[in-house]
């Protein structure tokens, strides 16, 4: 069993390379086996880089988002640490074991080779319905590129279906979105100069997420073949070209059914939010998305077939 002192010594103590917190990339844990969320907001932490203090200061915060410890060195001690659930990874996201309402001052953690671990607030493990053996999805919540796990079939979408995908990103932004609602009967009825007149649709279970600001999720009041408005209070200047991921999740089962990532520009501020266009400007194309990604294009498939089941 590793003593107090031994397990600080896991953590590095200085790091001239730990990002500011609103740099980190934030992640969502989705455990494919019950279609749960575990976390919609957990922060990676590079334990080879990052300073003790910089993990510790985490901790304290940790009722507000998770934390990925990758690698996992441990779990540093400190005198106001929080009841935590943590779930031990191997390198394919697998889980190894899991440890529910850990608390620093009756209990010991186990000695543990892990590849990495995610670290909860107490009660998430129980909500998630996450077991051993269970292998658990970790997605940039801004671009949908998985940093660990794999969905269930999820790379074994169809030829057919992976063109069919790769085609549709080939038509731009709007012609998906215009093809998409057109394929629903529903074709905007205004002409290509009147943007804002586009048939809008509300879709239930709707929210984003940006790849700046505010990491929580939030409400998409409607969505066109132009663009789509979100209720937030993040405001940027007009002309603002961002990364946005789009996700519907189901409002019963609070399961997440799609979730794509579109580059979308900043049109207009209104007083509860902020109107997007997608974004097809080649100059603004982000390299990770497109008919190069086989992952996206599953996304993009999969948020296609939802949204045309209504």
Not at 245 to 255: D, F, G, H
Request: glycine share 8%; aromatic share 6%.
């Amino acid at each position: 069993m590793l003593s107090p002192s031994e397990r600080r010594s896991t953590m590095p103590v200085e790091s001239n390379s730990s990002q500011p917190e609103s740099a980190k990339a934030r992640l969502r844990v989705f455990n494919p086996t019950e279609k749960t969320v575990v976390m919609p907001d957990v922060v990676e932490m590079d334990t080879a880089r990052e300073a003790f203090s910089a993990v510790a200061l985490r901790l304290k915060e940790i009722a507000g988002g998770g934390i990925w410890l990758n690698p996992y060195r441990g779990i540093p001690r400190v005198s106001w640490m929080p009841d935590l659930d943590i779930v031990y990874l191997d390198e394919h996201g697998e889980v190894l074991r899991c440890i529910e309402s850990y608390r620093q001052s009756t209990m010991e953690l186990p000695e543990m080779t892990a590849s990495s671990a995610v670290v909860l607030p107490a009660g998430r493990l129980s909500a998630a319905r996450i077991q051993f053996a269970d292998q658990l999805e970790i997605r940039d919540i801004a671009t949908g590129v998985r940093k660990a796990g794999r969905a269930t079939g999820e790379l074994e979408a169809g030829t057919d279906q992976m063109a069919e995908a790769a085609e549709e990103t080939a038509k731009g932004l709007k012609g998906f979105f215009g093809g998409l609602f057109r394929g629903k009967k529903e074709a905007a009825k205004a002409g290509p100069s009147d943007r804002r007149r586009g048939r809008r649709h509300v879709i239930p279970g709707s929210v984003a997420y940006f790849s700046i600001g505010s990491p929580r999720a939030q409400e998409v009041s409607n969505i066109s073949t132009d663009g789509f408005y979100v209720r937030t209070e993040d405001r940027w200047t007009e002309g603002t070209s961002l990364l946005v991921a789009l996700q519907i999740t189901n409002p019963m089962s609070r399961e997440v059914e799609a979730m794509i990532s579109v580059q979308s520009k900043v049109v207009r501020t209104g007083l509860d939010g902020v109107g997007f266009v997608y974004d097809d400007d080649p100059a603004h194309r982000n390299t990770m998305l497109g008919a190069g990604n086989p992952e996206q294009l599953v996304q993009l498939q999969r948020f296609k077939q939802r949204i045309q089941r209504g």
